[in-house]
């Protein structure tokens, strides 16, 4: 039982560490618009960099609200009646909370961007699948980012025993990222259901 219990806490902890990753990638849909972040330039092979889904106004608001939102989640940790267990774990200050929120929200934009630009050299189109690759570069990106950066936090957070729970983190997120597809297609902010 308390094998159990320990990895609920776990999982809800590692998934909570994640919001920021989860939300800096799913924002940008729909705070997305305005100034494609390559300008319309094309490389030499004629397409273009990234394409017109990849903006300015969504880049940034993903990077912004996913590290607001998890900040927010923290400050309601410090009030009576929150979560005090989740925040005062870490014994850090706001400044080095936001830096570690931020390394996963940016690191997730940037994996999204990476793998756009690789898709245009590669000779995908704009919305074409790319089956799994689509569904985890921000999760790439992001712990990536956060390893380089911010190393003993990443690796304490959500690699040290943690292996299952972040496993069952990756579910969520494969859900959660199939579920907003399918909205915002629905409701004509992606092209693509995928």
Partial sequence: MSYVLGFLGDCALVTWLSLPL??????PVVLGGGRPMDFGWC??????LLGDGK???GFFGGVFFGVLTTWTLAMLALTPGGMPSLYRIWEIDDFQFIRHMGWLAL????????????????????????FLVDQ??????AFLLSWMFDRQWFTGNFIASRGPALMFML?????????LSRW???NHLKLVPH
């Avoid at 994996?111 to 898709?119: C, V």
């Fill in 136 to 141: 985890f570069d921000a999760v790439a990106g």
């Fill in 43 to 48: 490389a030499g092979d004629g397409r273009r």
């Fill in 107 to 130: 690191g997730a934009l940037l994996g999204d961007l990476t793998k756009s630009l690789i898709k245009r050299r590669i000779g995908f189109d704009r919305g074409q699948p790319w």
């Fill in 55 to 57: 903006t300015w106004q």
């Fill in 184 to 186: 915002a297609h629905a």
């Fill in 171 to 179: 579910l969520v997120y494969l859900v959660g990222h199939q579920i």
């Fill in 22 to 27: 989860l939300l800096a990638n799913m924002l």
